[in-house]
């Protein structure tokens, strides 16, 4: 156990907080119900140790220097990978950090979700231009009732909803308590996810003309994907992605109250197998071994789709500069094709097709969400993969 608590100290008020997180963003099904997505399935190879991080220098914001591994202990990093054409380059993990251990990624599962949409899609079960109400009939009554699917992709409903992570006693909170992640409240009624979904309304812009970031977004996409299906999200994703692309490690993701998936947050994978599903992604949705798990047409519209002036005119347009956001995945805008996810608390999956290297980060940042951490990551992020076209 870390140094200055017991596991005992640790409840469903607090798991979250620093320092408890860094044990509960390892442990999350001791907290949180879950549904098992796969076990381990095999040995994972021999790990090559931190090689060229060891020397690798980063320029800071005023052009000093700092070492890679200085920055990943700084930033609250717990386990990094670096990956190219499927083979690890390098590995970090902090102290007290198990690598075979699921590690909680937050808001990279609206990616791992945007990937199993277009899987579903290409199968002939979703139509990402048809009306939400197709599939979850529900939410006819709340905002969703007049968005569509590739709405929830693009994060570009007219949501009245509001990402405030220190949230006690409003919406959020609400939501959190939806989905298990808070303590019941005495004066409250417990709810499922879907029934909290049905209630949101709208600021009145209208679909499709800003990127609003909201995670209820895509809890609502995960429900249409297991209605779509007929088969719930764990399994679909299972059977379709996780297993198909070569993931070697467990995975689960959590549920609420009748089982229904956290798909906007909630997965839980090891880092190794996070890259893997980076590299994936990369060479356009085909295994080494040739295998089309990801249909390459929905990974090409990802990569050079998305609503410019709809990102431009909305609230994360300083974090991506010349970015965009297309099927739950980040432009990052760097002129390299680099593509991103991204997740509170300092989880990334960073893509750079032109040095072709995929970087996995998970973290236990004390901080939620902070735009000076989060664009000094994107910095780092990117020298690191750069430094690679030349090793």
């Known amino acids: 156990m870390n140094a200055g608590f017991q596991r005992a100290d640790i409840t469903l008020a607090n798991w979250r907080l620093h320092p408890f997180s860094r044990y509960s963003f390892q442990h999350v099904a001791e907290f949180v119900p879950v549904a098992e997505i796969c076990p381990a399935s095999s040995l994972e190879p021999a790990s090559p140790g931190v090689a060229a991080l060891a020397d690798m ?15 990943l202990r700084r930033s609250h990093t717990d386990h990094l990978v670096v990956m190219r054409n499927g083979n690890l380059l390098a590995e970090w993990l902090d102290e007290g950090v198990d690598p075979s251990r699921p590690h909680l990624i937050f808001s990279v599962s609206k990616s791992v979700t945007g990937m199993l949409a277009g899987i579903a899609a290409q199968e002939g079960h ?12 529900s939410i006819a009554s709340s905002t969703y009732g007049t968005a569509t699917v590739r709405h929830l992709l693009d994060m570009t409903v007219d949501l009245d909803f509001d990402e405030e992570y220190l949230d006690d006693g409003g919406a959020f909170d609400r939501y959190r308590r939806a989905m298990l992640w808070n303590p019941e409240r005495p004066e409250t009624t417990p709810e499922t996810m879907e029934a909290f979904l049905a209630t949101l309304g709208a600021q009145g812009h209208g679909h499709g003309r800003k990127f609003y970031y909201a995670s209820p977004n895509t809890d609502l996409l995960g429900l249409v994907i297991e209605r779509a299906t007929g ?3 764990h399994q679909y994703l299972a059977e379709k992605l996780w297993r198909p692309m070569g993931a070697l490690g467990a995975a689960y993701v959590t549920v609420d109250r009748v089982g229904t998936a956290r798909t906007a947050g909630g997965m839980c994978v090891t880092t ?4 893997r599903l980076g590299q994936i992604v990369l060479d356009g949705g085909r295994t080494r071994q040739g295998n089309q798990v990801i249909p390459s047409s929905w990974i090409s519209d990802m990569r050079s789709n998305g609503d410019r002036r709809a990102w431009v005119d909305g609230n994360f347009n300083d974090m991506f500069i010349d970015g965009r956001y297309r099927s739950c995945w980040y432009d990052v805008g760097d002129g390299r094709g680099s593509f991103a996810a991204v997740g509170i608390h300092g989880q990334w999956l960073w893509c750079d097709p032109q040095s072709n290297i995929v970087i996995a980060k998970t973290s236990s940042r004390p901080a939620a969400s902070d735009d ?3 664009a000094l990551e994107i910095l780092m992020l990117g020298q690191i993969a750069k430094a690679y076209e030349t090793l």
Do not use: F, M
């Open 126 to 137: 979703l139509d990402p231009d048809a009306p939400i109400i197709t599939y979850v009939p």
């Open 231 to 233: 088969i719930r999200l």
């Open 272 to 275: 190794r197998d996070l890259a």
């Open 57 to 71: 220098q980063l320029s800071e914001p005023d052009s000093r220097s700092i070492g890679t591994i200085a920055h």
């Open 372 to 374: 000076d951490e989060t």
